[in-house]
C-alpha cells in the first residue's frame, strides 16, 4: 500500500492524497498567464481552488517567478485602513518569495523595510512591486488565494484599482505577467459581496479580468483516472467504469463529494476480509460495489459537514435566493438561466445550481437530496402528513424489504382525509412535498431518495428511493385526463430499463370534484406499474 487517502479537507497533494490528473488544466491555465491574462478563478467552496493554485505554483516554476499568497493569513484589522494592507501585505510577499531565486536582493529588501513601516501607502508599495518585476529574471505571476475575506472593503478595492492602472500602463511600468485572484465571489463586478440590502456597486476595477472558462469540475474519466490509482495500491476487484459512473451521477463532478463519497467507502465501509463473487465469478470487495456506494450515500446525506453548513446559511442570508431553490424543487417551475438575474448569479455563484439547456438545475442530485431535506426538515414538527408516515412507519417493513404498494395505499388513505378539502393551487403546488413528508419517516436511517425531474414543464417528476439496496421509481404528477395518464404510464415503463427494472409506482393527483381515487396494476409491455391516484 502507498499510504495515500482521498482528502476533503484543505488543498491536496498528489504524494499524499488520491486525486484527479490536472495536467490538462494547468496547460490552459499556462496558456492564460502566457498571455498576460489578469483573471479570478471563481468557484462555490470546497471546488478545489485552493489545490489547483497549489499544484500551478509548482507547474510555472520552470517559467515564471511565482509568489503566491493566501488572504487567510491576514486579519480583519489588517484592512482597516491602507498602510496596515500595505504593511501586511508587502509582509506576507517577501515570505512568498523567500525561496525563489534570480530576484535582486536589494529590491526585496526594500519590500521587507515596507512591511517593517507603518506609513508606506499603496502608492509605494506598488512602485516597489514594479521594481521588483523589472529585475526579477522571469517574469513574475502573483497568485492570491481566498480573495473573499477581502472583497467587500475599501482598501481592497484601492489596491485592485492600482493593479489595474498597472495593468493598463504595463508598456511604460514593469508590472506583473499575470495576476490570478481565487475565491467564491465573482470580483469581476464587485457588489459589495452583493449582501442583502446593500447598495449594489458594479463599478469594479476588476474588469480587466479575462473570462476564465477551464473546467475545475471533474468527469467521469477524471474520477476513473483517481480510481485506477486507487486499485492498483489495495485491489479491491472494482468495476471502475461502473464505479466512477455511479460517483458522477450522484455528484455531478462536485470535486468535494467525489472525494468525500470515496473517502467514506475507502475508510467507512471497505473491510479487506469482506469479498464477494459477483456475476462473472471474480471476487471484488463489497464496499466498492453499487450496494457499498448507495450506503456511502447514506452517509454523506446525515453529515453535518462544513459544505452543506454552507448552503443553509446561504439560503438563511439570502430569501429570493431561498424562494428561487423552493419554488424550482416543489413547484416544478422553469427558470431560464440567465446570470445578468442577481438571484440566479449568486445562486451559481454558491454552487446550488447550474445552467443545463438554458434552464437553472440543481447542481447535482446530492445537493438536490440535502437542500429537499432541509425544506422538508423545517415542516416535519407541524406537518400532519409526516405525522401519519410516523405513525404508520412499522406496517411497511416485511423481512426488510419496504412494501411500496401499502406505501402509497396508506398515503393516499391519509392525503384524502387531511387535504381533501384544501384548495386546489395550494395542493398542487405542494403536492411532492406531501409525499416526501409521508417517506420520509418510513424509511429515515436505513434508506434515502433522490428526485429526478425529467419534464419540469408539464410537472412529472421521479422520485427514486433505495432502501436495503433495492431500488423504486415512483413518478408524481397532476392528472390531465385519460389519454395524458396512459402517455405517462408507457413513458414510466420505457423509463424502468434505465435502471433494470420491472416494477414502478404512479402517484397522480387529481383535481377534478367527480375523482374516484384508486389503487391499480398495470401490465405495460414486460412492466408492472401500480398506480395510485389521489
Given amino acids: 500500500m502507498s499510504g495515500k487517502k482521498f482528502n476533503t479537507t484543505g488543498r491536496c497533494e498528489s504524494k499524499r492524497h488520491y486525486m484527479v490528473d490536472m495536467e490538462e488544466r494547468l496547460v490552459e491555465i499556462k496558456m492564460l498567464i502566457a498571455e498576460g491574462a489578469y483573471f479570478s478563478i471563481n468557484r462555490a467552496r470546497q471546488y478545489g481552488k485552493t489545490t489547483i493554485l497549489n499544484a500551478l505554483r509548482s507547474y510555472l516554476h520552470e517559467y515564471y517567478n511565482v509568489a503566491a499568497i493566501d488572504f487567510q493569513f491576514l486579519t480583519y484589522e489588517d484592512f482597516k485602513d491602507e498602510y496596515t494592507f500595505t504593511k501586511a501585505f508587502a509582509n506576507r510577499f517577501a515570505l512568498s518569495l523567500r525561496d525563489v531565486t534570480g530576484l535582486d536582493q536589494q529590491v526585496i529588501n526594500a519590500v521587507k523595510k515596507i512591511a517593517d513601516n507603518n506609513d508606506c501607502s499603496l502608492a509605494a508599495l506598488f512602485e516597489c512591486l514594479s521594481k521588483v518585476c523589472e529585475t526579477s529574471d522571469k517574469p513574475v505571476v502573483l497568485l492570491i488565494d481566498e480573495v473573499d475575506s477581502a472583497s467587500n472593503n475599501q482598501v481592497f478595492m484601492d489596491f485592485l484599482a492600482l493593479l489595474r492602472g498597472y ?10 505577467q499575470s495576476v490570478i485572484l481565487a475565491g467564491v465571489y465573482d470580483l469581476k463586478n464587485l457588489r459589495n459581496k452583493i449582501r442583502p440590502k446593500e447598495e449594489h456597486r458594479y463599478n469594479s476595477p476588476w474588469n480587466i479580468a479575462a473570462d476564465f472558462d477551464i473546467r475545475m469540475e471533474f468527469d467521469i474519466k477524471d474520477i476513473e483516472g483517481m480510481l485506477k490509482e486507487y486499485e492498483q495500491d489495495n485491489q479491491t476487484g472494482m468495476d471502475i467504469p461502473a464505479i466512477a459512473g455511479l460517483i458522477y451521477d450522484y455528484t455531478s463532478g462536485y470535486p468535494f463529494l467525489v472525494s468525500r463519497i470515496c473517502k467514506i467507502i475507502a475508510e467507512k465501509i471497505y473491510d479487506v476480509d469482506k469479498d464477494i463473487r459477483v456475476a462473472d465469478g471474480t471476487r471484488v470487495n463489497s464496499a466498492w460495489t453499487k450496494n457499498g456506494f448507495l450506503e456511502a450515500v447514506k452517509i454523506i446525506l446525515s453529515e453535518h459537514n462544513a459544505l452543506f ?24 417551475d422553469q427558470i431560464t438561466f440567465n446570470k445578468l438575474n442577481p438571484v440566479i448569479d449568486i445562486a451559481s455563484m454558491f454552487g446550488f445550481v447550474k445552467n443545463l439547456d438554458g434552464k437553472v438545475v440543481v447542481s447535482n442530485r446530492i445537493f438536490e437530496t440535502i437542500l429537499y431535506n432541509f425544506f422538508t426538515s423545517e415542516e416535519e414538527v407541524g406537518s400532519s402528513i409526516f405525522k401519519a408516515g410516523a405513525a404508520d412507519k412499522n406496517k411497511f417493513i416485511h423481512d426488510g424489504i419496504l412494501d411500496m404498494n401499502l406505501v402509497m395505499e396508506r398515503f393516499a388513505v391519509e392525503f384524502n382525509k387531511l387535504y381533501s378539502k384544501s384548495d386546489e393551487k395550494f395542493i398542487e403546488d405542494n403536492c411532492r412535498k406531501f409525499f416526501l413528508l409521508y417517506l420520509k419517516p418510513i424509511i429515515n436511517g436505513t434508506g434515502h431518495y433522490y428526485v429526478e425531474s425529467r419534464t ?7 422520485i427514486i428511493v433505495n432502501y436495503h439496496s433495492r431500488e423504486y421509481i415512483i413518478e408524481t404528477k397532476i392528472w390531465h385526463g385519460e389519454e395524458y395518464n396512459k402517455r405517462g404510464e408507457e413513458q414510466l415503463a420505457d423509463y424502468l430499463d434505465i435502471y433494470e427494472a420491472k416494477k414502478g409506482w404512479l402517484l397522480s393527483f387529481n383535481f377534478n370534484k367527480n375523482k374516484v381515487s384508486c389503487f391499480k396494476e398495470i401490465k405495460c409491455g414486460d412492466k408492472v406499474l401500480y398506480e395510485v391516484v389521489v
Avoid at 493598463?168 to 508590472?175: A, G, V
Avoid at 454552507?310 to 413547484?331: A, T
Fill in 167 to 176: 495593468y493598463l500602463s504595463r508598456d511604460e511600468f514593469p508590472t506583473f
Fill in 309 to 332: 453548513s454552507s448552503l443553509v446559511k446561504q439560503l438563511h442570508d439570502y430569501p429570493e435566493l431561498r424562494e428561487m431553490i423552493y419554488k424550482l424543487l416543489f413547484s416544478g
Fill in 456 to 462: 419540469r414543464d408539464d410537472k412529472r417528476t421521479d
